[in-house]
């Protein structure tokens, strides 16, 4: 079976633009997390869709949103981007019911300058 | 504030001896733990879980431990191998929220041969 899939995988954008990052998750997982990795903060949950609704959201600014497809594929979009949104952002999918083992992807590495 | 907590930034390990890593909790509304291992610029790879209503859970080489009265838990690498260096990451979730997993800093476990 795949595992999760983003795109891309490494991404650099200027101050002020916007980014949309793409994931896709195993067959079969209807639920997909995203999550932010930096040196300072660690992991950091930043949204979940489950079900082409976001059933939970972590405290980060609304410049940060997310959608899922009918076929679970997610997209989380950043817009006006700080330098302080350089990070790894991961993605995360799992099934609906025990176990609840969330699977990641390889992430996108995303540079603001 | 912090709810999980990995104290020990890294561990150094003899190959074949056994590894221990620690992590802390705060919140008792906590009902599922999970560890990760993540090498840089990949994500995490799920490794072990223990519901909070169990002890122990063991898979192969891995054992994670659970002392709730603590709010403690441990995850044991017997014997350890060259190949288990990288970065563990305890992880915690609470079933009304869904999959969002808050995540401890993480610790560097560094296995010599």
């Known amino acids: 079976k795949a595992g999760v899939t983003q795109t891309p995988r490494y991404l650099i954008k200027t101050r002020g633009q916007q980014v949309t990052l793409s994931c896709s998750p195993i067959?079969?997982?209807?639920?997909v997390s995203w999550y932010q990795q930096t040196p300072g903060q660690g992991l950091q949950f930043l949204f979940e869709y489950f079900s082409e609704t976001q059933r939970n959201k972590g405290n980060f600014p609304g410049r940060f949103s997310g959608r899922q497809f009918s076929n679970s594929r997610s997209e989380m979009n950043v817009s006006t981007l700080e330098l302080g949104d350089s990070a790894l952002y991961l993605c995360?999918?799992?099934?609906?019911?025990?176990?609840?083992?969330?699977?990641f992807g390889p992430g996108t590495r995303l540079t603001v300058t | 504030d912090q709810q999980v907590k990995q104290n020990s930034p890294s561990l150094s390990v003899q190959e074949g001896r056994i590894s221990i890593l620690n992590c802390d909790y705060t919140?008792?509304?906590?009902?599922?733990f999970l560890w990760y291992k993540k090498y840089p610029a990949e994500g995490p790879t799920f490794l072990i879980s223990i519901s909070s209503i169990k002890d122990k859970n063991e898979d192969g080489r891995f054992t994670v431990f659970l002392n709730k009265s603590a709010k403690h838990l441990s995850l044991h690498i017997v014997p350890s191998q060259p190949g288990d260096s990288a970065v563990y990451f305890c992880?915690?979730?609470?079933?009304?929220?869904?999959?969002?997993?808050?995540f401890g800093a993480g610790t560097i476990l560094r296995v010599k041969s």
């Open positions: 992880a915690a979730r609470r079933m009304e929220y869904g999959n969002k997993l808050v």
């Open positions: 067959s079969g997982h209807r639920s």
């Open positions: 995360a999918s799992s099934q609906p019911r025990a176990p609840y083992e969330q699977y």
């Open positions: 919140n008792s509304m906590f009902d599922y």
